[in-house]
C-alpha cells in the first residue's frame, strides 16, 4: 500500500526518509498536498505492506493511506 507521512519539522521528515530507506523501504520526500497541510510542508511517500505502527515514530504528526488519489488518515500523533 501507499501512503503518505507528515512531520512536525523538516528535520524529523529527513530522519524519517532516512530510517525507511535504512529498513528497505521505498520512499521519497515530497511536498505535502494542500488538502493535507501539515507543520513543515514536507512529507515522504512510501510503499508498505505491514501494520504501520510497526513504522511509526515519534516525528510523524499524521499518515494518510493514499488510494485513487484519495487519501484515509490511518495515524494522528493526537490519538
Known sequence: MEYIALFFTHSG???????????????????????????CGVGNIFEYDGSIEAIISE?????FRIEKREYSLVYSSEE
Open 59 to 63: 516525528d510523524i504528526d499524521k499518515v
Open 13 to 39: 521528515a529527513i530522519k524519517y526518509d532516512k530510517f525507511l530507506k535504512d529498513k528497505g523501504i521505498k520512499s521519497m520526500m515530497t511536498p505535502v498536498p494542500r488538502k493535507l497541510s501539515s507543520s
